[in-house]
């Protein structure tokens, strides 16, 4: 394969066959993963709107991070800054350092994720059983930093919040936008009213955004926040400068502050949802798919909610697509369990009603007495 690479150089030469081969490897990863599913949901109280939820969990390492993290390695490879040997790096709250350490491991290299302690134990496991080494820092705002100082020691630093806009092929290879657009193609209303992700690094509401535009789609793209998230709260007034209002209990998405692949203007609107209203959602998902899924893919259940109701007020029929963003094993030991919930005051009966009032009545999801 490499018999035609002649440098001058050896040493640049032997680099070069190796960053060819980390490439190769990455192609024969993609080639071995299959798509994933998009699953069809009705409920009783939305008639004449369909339900879609791309099941991101379902890829090797778990979330819809696998993505983003072949798509990090390859930008870092095709740009020449990853070579063997080389320690890769990456702050993380945990889903996105699973699927480096996966990435990593498949190209044989030592990869260390500085995470917030918080991080969920199933997390930090995840990371460890992939051979990755996880540096826990208590103050979130300083994983950033502990990034660069691994990177100016000559680590490879990923750095998905700043990558992960450009590091993904927007205009199709297979991202997730162009396979959503692919996957609906049969359905009675192919074209989605609306798509609905929520926001990390915002790499994903970035790639639907300009996707919708370049494939002259009328659908809306919203992005489902954790209440006060700095996504929210920038987006309003279009300002970079936002933080969150509020810490959330929603991991990967609600953001302390406006990171760099945040593109507000490709977003059509926000929607805040509660923590409480994410957890109970989550808890919902599973008996409605008979799987457990994430936080955020709560959140994202949530805000479906809302719009459908919006469109049934209208008496406008149509599709929503959302996102099942990671597995919900990773949350055992925190939003699936009921001694973690009290211990954070966190009562999921009512916003368990009002979910549950909404799928069969068609309206907002609000809990009794709320306003
Ligand atoms: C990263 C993440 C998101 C948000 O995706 P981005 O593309 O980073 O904006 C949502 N849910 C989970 C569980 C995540 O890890």
Known sequence: ?????????????AERRWVHLAVARLGQEAARSADTHLLKLEFPGFRGIGFYFKDESAHPSGSLKHRLARSLFLYALCNGRLRDGQSVVDASSGSTAISEAWFARLLGLPFVAVMPACTAPGKIQGVQALGGECELVDDPAQVYARAAAHAA????????????????????????????????????????????????????SATIGRYLRYRRLATQLCVAEPAGGAFARGWRSRDAGARAGQPTLIEGIGRPQVEPG?????????????DSASIAAAW???????????????????ACL?????????????SIVSLLCDRGERYAQTLFD????????????????ALRASLRDGRPPVPAGAG
Do not use: K
Request: hydrophobic share 40%.
């Open 1 to 13: 394969m490499d018999s035609a690479l002649r440098l001058v150089n050896p040493q640049r030469e």
């Open 284 to 302: 919902l998902l599973e008996e409605l798919l008979g799987r457990r899924y994430g936080g955020s893919s709560g959140t994202n259940l949530v």
């Open 153 to 204: 020691r000559g680590a490879c630093h990923l750095d998905q919040f700043g990558l992960a806009e450009r590091a993904t092929d927007w205009r199709g290879n297979n991202n997730i936008a162009e396979s959503i657009v692919g996957q609906m193609a049969l359905e009675a209303e192919p074209e989605p009213t609306w798509i609905v992700c929520g926001a990390g690094t915002g790499g994903t």
């Open 262 to 274: 945040f593109l507000f203007d490709v977003v059509d609107r926000v929607v805040e949802v509660p």
């Open 306 to 318: 809302q719009l459908a109701a919006t469109m049934r007020a209208r008496g406008e029929r149509g």
């Open 338 to 353: 009921p001694a973690w919930l009290a211990a954070r005051g966190i009562d999921l009966a009512p916003w368990d009603a």
